[in-house]
């Protein structure tokens, strides 16, 4: 008799309540905060949820299992989202649905062009948005049919996710203004800012995605700035 577990797990079936139910989505998203996100938006829509936080994390877990949906970030701490798009879409069995996210919506035609059957926007809060996202891309037949129930409700991270981003980019600039590190810092730290709905957390990683990288000045007052809300709370 074959030792496999999943011989005797029955398929949950989509509810109109529960569009994504049965389907395993594997997020690969370096931000807390944004991870917690969608937690929350797939325990609503009945979907299981994997997470890596990288490159070298996401190939494992896609040596251990096909997702149903994988969704890439587009700016990873060990590389390029387009780049795991790109070497998903060539492999055997194939993943039904692989979308890009960023908070830098002109990376949506990068993510295209890789392979990807869609693009979400941070912040990524909608419950329909991201059912719809999910749903208009997979294959017709594979669609649960019937009506759904259409939400207008969002989700709300914890904000203990948000401390360990700002700890998480706190961390990162320590490293000091590498031209290596500033790209994915100014990267991170805007979707963090989108995600939070924090105006001044996007205009300090404006600052540090200047060209020719963030002068002192800069650099200072983004440090400053990340330093101060991780010691006073004021961002939790």
């Known amino acids: 008799m074959a030792d496999d577990l999943t011989t005797f797990i029955v398929p949950r079936s989509a509810t109109p309540e529960r ?3 049965g389907l395993t ?3 690969v998203e370096d931000s807390r905060f944004a991870s917690e996100a969608v937690r929350l938006l797939c325990l609503r829509s009945g ?4 997470r890596a936080d990288c490159l070298a994390s996401a190939h494992r877990h896609l040596q251990c299992y096909r997702p149903s949906v994988v969704i890439v970030d587009m700016g990873l701490p060990d590389g390029s989202g387009c780049d795991l798009i790109a070497e998903i879409r060539q492999m055997v069995p194939a993943v039904p649905v692989v979308l890009g996210i960023s908070g830098d919506s002109g990376l949506r035609a990068d993510a295209m062009a890789a392979g990807a059957d869609g693009f979400l926007d941070k912040p990524v809060e909608s ?6 996202a999910i749903l208009n891309a997979m294959p017709a037949d594979e669609r649960p049919q019937g009506l759904r129930a259409l939400s207008d409700s969002v989700v709300e991270p914890d ?6 981003d700002l700890q998480h980019i706190s961390e ?8 290596q590190v500033m790209p994915y810092a100014a990267h991170f730290l805007a979707g963090v800012a989108l995600s939070a709905h924090d105006r001044a957390l996007g205009d300090a990683a404006a600052r540090l995605a200047r060209i020719g990288g963030p ?3 800069d650099f200072s007052h ?7 809300r991780l010691a006073s709370g004021d961002a939790f």
């Open 19 to 21: 569009p994504l139910m």
């Open 25 to 27: 989505v594997l997020l």
């Open 47 to 50: 979907a299981r949820i994997r």
């Open 127 to 132: 419950l329909a948005q991201f059912q719809q």
């Open 159 to 164: 904000q203990i996710a948000l401390r360990d």
């Open 172 to 179: 990162v600039l320590r490293e000091g203004r590498k031209s």
């Open 215 to 217: 002068s002192h000045e």
């Open 222 to 228: 983004v440090s400053g700035l990340v330093a101060a």
